[in-house]
């Protein structure tokens, strides 16, 4: 059971590139979230998907978007990336009932 | 962006002693959850709260939830080695989870 898995470990982007960061999870959660972790920063909510079809901002959504592709899986897109989107990304998935929050073990970024 | 007061951000402590810390809000939470981040890993969840008052344990780590619903504490007994790392708390009020900004614990051995 893998729980919650993201790709890719690692990315390296110039100023104004595009990409997505994909992140899966196989534990039938319905709600799944993104968070950004910066130096002294703890984590901070980017976008999160209380259900399959919604998505909703969090604390810091400017400069992403997201796509809620189906149950298992919630992807986050930097369409013209920044220095300042240099962090940690980390994602994470919670089912109904007892909550706990899983994470994956994050995608690193740098933003040249 | 709102975020939980969570102290202290960071402690040095001989092996064998006993560790406190709490996060404050100024909102409502509904549940409390308390996690453990090595570095270069994700936070690993240690303990969950989801009544005012409740008080739980895993081991030698227990955490309570706060009677007015806006604080939680987490303390470590005989702490060890391993217990090295950042500290997390996170509430949420319904599909939100809001973080603190960690607490950085040493031991020395």
């Known amino acids: 059971n893998a729980g919650v898995t993201q790709t890719p470990k690692f990315q390296v982007l110039k100023t104004g590139q595009s990409m997505t960061l994909q992140c899966a999870q196989d534990?039938?959660?319905?709600?799944m979230y993104w968070y950004r972790q910066d130096p002294g920063m703890g984590l901070r909510l980017i976008y999160y998907?209380?259900?399959?079809?919604?998505?909703d901002k969090g604390e810091v959504p400017n400069g992403y978007n997201v796509s809620r592709l189906n149950k298992r899986e919630f992807s986050l897109r930097l369409e013209s990336a920044a220095p300042s989107q240099t962090s940690v990304y980390f994602c994470?998935?919670?089912?109904?009932?007892?909550?706990?929050?899983?994470f994956g073990s994050g995608t690193q970024l740098s933003v040249l | 962006g709102q975020q939980l007061n969570q102290s202290p951000q960071s402690m040095f402590i001989q092996e064998g002693e006993d560790v406190s810390m709490n996060c404050t809000s100024s909102?409502?939470?509904?549940?409390w959850l308390w996690y453990k981040q090595d570095p270069g890993e994700g936070p690993v969840l240690l303990i969950a709260?989801?009544?005012?008052?409740e008080l739980t344990s895993n081991g030698r780590l227990t955490a309570q939830f706060g009677i007015t619903r806006k604080d939680s504490f987490l303390n470590i007994s005989a702490s060890i080695p391993s217990d090295v790392g950042i500290y997390f708390c996170?509430?949420?009020?319904?599909?939100?989870?809001?973080f603190g900004t960690g607490t950085r614990l040493k031991v020395l051995a």
């Open positions: 909102s409502i939470f509904n549940t």
């Open positions: 709260l989801y009544k005012a008052g």
């Open positions: 994470a998935s919670i089912g109904q009932g007892r909550e706990k929050l899983f």
């Open positions: 996170a509430g949420s009020g319904t599909y939100k989870y809001i």
């Open positions: 998907s209380a259900s399959e079809g919604t998505t």
């Open positions: 534990m039938n959660h319905n709600s």
